[in-house]
């Protein structure tokens, strides 16, 4: 298998900072020329400086025209990263319908205005790489996760459908779905957060996923394991655990 960062380029949308951020700093040390996408340019130069080969490309996933435009920049790219996340925790019964829609625009319909372009240009040419960041959180409902884990789940269920459609074509496609990586989003959760990554550590996983080349990756161990064999579970038994 070849190596899938030395001399490749990679479209990193979500760079700016968390796991995005951590991400670029690993895959430029393999070598990889990168495309750093986020809606804040600052942060972008910032960490683009500091890198071998780093090209800034401000982008709003939310606007399809910003997607548009962006992708005429980057279409030459050879792999596309969407690290991009909104998060709000939240309850059904505090339902904010602009912060529920805001996540779902953010993590996954931005992720779709992206791929319709990559996807067929990837297929006509007969290679790509395409790495979608779920979450553990997609795996089943969970309390306190309206919007979010919806929208996870649909990124990762998108990653389902592309592996089916693309196979043969020479497109690789694969998913990374970590649990709680310690960054501003995740501080806005009032609880105790089980094996709480650093950023650092959740790139190391994401790169070595992406090495191996199999589609579904979920991370840390063994927490991991309560949401992928979770799925397995009585529904009933399942929610007692968060309950």
């Given amino acids: 298998m070849s190596d899938p960062f030395t001399g490749k380029t ?3 949308i979500g760079a700016s900072e968390g796991l995005g951020r951590a991400l670029a700093v690993a895959m430029d040390k393999r070598g990889a020329r990168l495309i750093l996408s986020a809606r804040s340019k600052d942060p972008l130069r910032s960490l683009a400086s500091g890198l071998s080969d780093a090209t800034v490309l401000p982008l709003d996933v939310t606007d399809r025209a910003s997607v548009n435009a962006a992708w005429e920049r980057a279409s030459d ?3 596309v990263l969407y690290c991009v996340g909104a998060y709000e925790p939240m309850p059904a019964t505090a339902w904010d ?4 829609e805001m996540m779902i625009e953010t993590n996954f319909t931005g992720a779709v205005r992206v791929l319709s372009h990559a996807v067929p240009a990837f297929a006509t040419r007969g290679q790509g790489r395409i790495m979608l960041i779920g979450s553990l959180s997609g795996y089943r409902g969970l309390p306190d996760a309206i919007g979010y884990g919806a929208s996870k789940a649909a990124l990762m269920h998108l990653a389902e459908n592309l592996l089916i459609d693309l196979k043969g074509t020479g497109v690789t496609v694969q998913m990374a779905n970590p649990g709680f990586i310690n960054t501003r989003l995740t501080k806005k959760n009032a609880f105790k957060m089980p094996q709480l990554m650093q950023p650092d550590t959740a790139a190391d996983h994401v790169i070595r996923a992406i090495d191996k080349g199999r589609f579904e990756t979920a991370f840390p ?7 992928t064999l979770g799925r397995f579970l009585p529904r009933r038994l399942f929610n007692r655990l968060f309950a």
Avoid: E, M, N
Avoid at 97 to 100: E, G, I, L, P, R
Avoid at 221 to 227: A, H
């Fill in 10 to 12: 990679w479209w990193l």
């Fill in 77 to 79: 790219a050879g792999g």
């Fill in 97 to 100: 319908a602009d912060a529920v």
């Fill in 221 to 227: 161990r063994p927490f991991s394991l309560l949401f």
